[in-house]
């Protein structure tokens, strides 16, 4: 083992993805387990902790996307409930953090907190919540009629949604606890509240006390610059999609700047990109088998499908091997691609710098979507990625990241039993957990007390900059 002193000895923060639906994760190989069976997501829950990771996450997808009208069939891999999986997942594990995605959009703060605060009690205080914003219609269909919610009013019913959950989690004394012994409760306030807003109006009794770290671990992921002073001020986390050096130190910058500006220390924020690895014995086999897996990901009806997402107009009449049409705002389909969150800006900006690329490079179609919808890949050998992670780390692109494999659930034991030993070895990641029983402690996050969220009010369109257009990983 090749040992190398870390530039400042930041710590690297793991997370281990557990795919919904997207390209990326390979299940039609014959190693790849099941998308909804128990033992897919308890395998990788405990190789995850096996490697000394801070958390295991899931995304949230709330409706089966449609393409051309139908279902593709990468889009429909298993959806399920993630605060039920994740309760499944916290009786088999002792120290793992669990990071669940559910949006502020078309939840109610009461259910969710009750919902989050039971997993806070279940894991001994191992719970996230990654908070999104989804907004279209075509998911809210499934949950009222009409389904939207006016994108300028997203992050402002977020904001308030956080805050409401804040107030339920914090209406119990936290010596509340374990006073089960037939007496009155001696607080009559204790578990009151009443949150009058402009998204809730509600009062009544919150039925579960003070649970252990006190609130779950808060996260955030959506790019536009409501998005970041929304995160900058509330959480303490961002699942970002800027998994690249320049991007992510760019990201990483911008962010940390909002939230010395909202009055907080930056080191309370740890920025997470999204990340993928292949490993090689040598540079040369890594690449290599990093051709295979993309091949494997990007099929030639892959191929096709992510271009008319990108392109939103039907090009089955185009070879995936062949070169690449001009996009066409004239021939734009709306509706062609429902259920992808996308960020504000022109719809077709994404296919323009693609065709740029495609054009700049000769690509046909197929090389083209492997060379631009892909997320950011370590490839390498062992030592390779090791480096580049713990590079990334130490010069301020991320404070870690949420890793992702083709094969799931079993291709993060290669990782673990691979690249985590050079991570461990620099001293970048606990060899046992010792820090402390919570996900917050071993964030190295300080401990929460009522009302220790000053950032979260309600929002102020004022204090934004100009919105910038973002895609989304
Ligand atoms: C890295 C990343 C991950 C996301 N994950 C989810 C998700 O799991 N489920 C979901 O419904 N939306 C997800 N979103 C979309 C956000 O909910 C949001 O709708 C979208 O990013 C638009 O917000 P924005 O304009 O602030 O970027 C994600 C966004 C980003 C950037």
Same mark, same amino acid.
């Given at each position: 083992m090749t040992a190398r002193a870390p530039a400042n000895g930041k710590q690297v923060i793991l997370g281990a993805s557990f795919p $919904?639906?997207?390209?990326? &994760?390979?299940? $039609?190989?014959?190693r790849a387990g099941s998308q909804i069976a128990i033992d897919s997501f308890v395998h990788l829950a405990k190789t995850a902790e096996r490697g000394r990771f801070d958390f295991f996450f899931q995304a949230e997808g709330l409706r089966v996307r449609e393409h051309k009208g139908r279902f593709y /069939? +990468?889009?429909?891999?298993g959806r399920p409930h993630i605060a039920v999986v994740q309760a499944a997942l916290a009786g088999v594990t002792r120290h793992l953090g669990f990071l669940a995605t559910i949006n502020t959009t078309f939840n109610e703060p009461y259910d969710l907190a009750r919902q989050l605060a039971t997993l806070n009690h279940l894991s001994d205080g191992r719970t996230g919540w990654n908070i999104v914003t989804t907004s279209d219609a075509f998911h809210g269909e499934n949950f009222r009629r009409g389904g939207y919610l006016p994108r300028d009013e997203r992050y402002e019913r977020a904001a308030e949604f956080v805050r409401t959950a804040l107030e339920l989690w914090d209406s119990w004394p936290a010596e509340s606890l374990g006073t089960a012994g037939g007496e009155f409760v001696t607080d009559p306030g204790a578990g009151r509240f009443a949150h009058r807003g402009k998204h809730f109006d509600i009062e009544g009794t919150f039925p579960i006390p003070t649970a252990p770290q006190r609130h779950p671990v808060l996260v955030q992921a959506g790019v536009s610059d409501e998005g970041r002073e929304f995160a900058a001020r509330t959480v303490d986390a961002i699942f970002s999609p800027f998994g690249e050096p320049g991007p992510g130190r760019e990201f990483y910058a911008d962010v940390k700047g909002r939230a010395r500006r909202a009055g907080r220390d930056p080191d309370t924020l740890k920025i997470l990109p999204g990340a993928s690895f292949v490993l090689g014995d040598t540079p040369g086999e890594a690449a290599e088998r990093a051709r295979e897996v993309a091949l494997a990901q990007v099929t030639p009806a892959t191929a096709l499908a992510l271009l008319e997402q990108t392109w939103l107009r039907d090009l089955s009449d185009h070879d995936p091997d062949g070169p690449v049409p001009p996009v066409d705002a004239d021939g734009v389909e709306v509706g062609i691609s429902r259920g992808r969150t996308t960020s504000t800006g022109d719809p077709l900006e994404k296919a323009r710098e693609w065709y740029a690329h495609a054009r700049e490079y000769r690509l046909s179609i197929r090389e083209l979507v492997i060379a631009r919808a892909h997320r950011a890949a370590f490839a390498g050998t062992p030592l390779q990625v090791a480096q580049r992670i713990n590079d990334a780390v130490q010069t301020d692109a991320a404070d870690g990241f949420v890793i992702g494999s083709h094969l799931v659930p079993y291709g993060l034991d290669e990782f673990v039993d691979k690249v985590v030993p050079f991570l461990q070895e620099w001293g970048v +990641?606990? &060899? /046992?957990?010792? &820090? $402390?029983? &919570?996900f917050r402690e071993n964030l190295g996050l300080p401990p929460e007390a009522p009302g220790a969220r000053p950032g979260v009010r309600p929002f102020d369109a004022a204090e934004f900059q100009p919105a910038t257009a973002g895609a989304v990983g």
């Open positions: $919904g639906v997207n390209h990326h &994760t390979v299940w $039609g190989d014959p /069939e +990468l889009d429909i891999a +990641l606990r &060899t /046992e957990y010792t &820090t $402390g029983a &919570t």
